[in-house]
């Protein structure tokens, strides 16, 4: 099973600001890598798919980078709708699994 | 439009089975690429995939629960159900279906592209 590993699990960042989350996999996932963001109390929402392609309706502020075993999530000026828990999904190999979030709060 | 929406239980006793339901609608398990898989996130952690169907009734399971779960499409009525015996506190979770796919990619030889989840349920509330 690959190991998806994120961090920080909480990141500090002020309206406006730029927030960089980080995911690392145990082996190469190649390029298939997903980010999905979830507010309180709703589903996760699929923000970023084949490692920097972003999601139908999903800003330009969402950027993705990486491949193989380490990727990077980059919200360019954080909106009050980015404090949020995120997450990485690798899609590679059988099981798919889930780092374990990066919380964005508001500094 | 892709929707998808779970049923099932809200309250479940320790050793009974759990089944929910996900019934979707905007696009079929007829079509070939098009999978549906299962999701569910205890209280306050991480989301955990449990299963996957597709179309051609090719099904994956998470090694850990492999033993305890099935799924199961039925293409007529848009649903897909996913049972999990032998039910334990620590299975106290929102459930999600979601929507997958894959197509074909010719690398030398066809090799299935995967996609990740790209529409998800609201979720059902499961406790134990």
């Known amino acids: 099973e690959i190991v998806m590993t994120q961090s920080p699990p909480t990141l500090f960042v002020s309206p406006g600001e730029r927030a960089t989350l980080s995911c690392r996999a145990s082996q190469s996932v190649s390029s298939d890598l997903a980010w999905y963001r979830q507010k309180p109390g709703q589903a996760p929402r699929l923000l970023i798919s084949?490692?920097?392609t972003r999601a139908t309706g999903i800003p330009a502020r969402f950027s993705g980078s990486g491949s193989g075993t380490e990727f990077t999530l980059t919200i360019s000026s954080l909106q009050s709708e980015d404090f949020a828990v995120y997450y990485c999904?690798?899609?590679?190999?059988?099981?798919?699994?889930f780092g374990q979030g990066t919380k964005v709060e508001i500094k | 439009q892709i929707t998808l929406k779970e049923s099932g239980p809200t309250l479940v006793e320790p050793t009974q089975t759990l089944t929910l339901t996900c019934n979707f609608s905007g696009f079929s398990l007829s079509t070939s690429g098009v999978g549906v898989g299962w999701i569910r996130q205890p209280p306050g952690k991480a989301l955990e995939w449990l299963a996957v169907i597709y179309w051609d009734d090719d099904k994956r399971y998470s090694p850990s629960l492999k033993s305890r779960i099935t799924i199961t499409k039925d293409t007529s009525k848009n649903q897909v159900v996913l049972t999990m015996t032998n039910m334990d506190p620590v299975d106290t979770a929102t459930y999600y279906c979601?929507?997958?796919?894959?197509?074909?990619?010719?690398?030398?030889?066809?090799?299935?592209?995967?996609?990740?989840?790209?529409?998800w349920g609201q979720g059902t509330q499961v406790t134990v």
């Open positions: 999904q690798q899609y590679n190999n059988w099981p798919r699994t």
């Open positions: 979601a929507h997958t796919s894959y197509y074909n990619l010719w690398r030398g030889s066809y090799t299935r592209q995967y996609s990740p989840f790209a529409y």
């Open positions: 084949a490692a920097s």
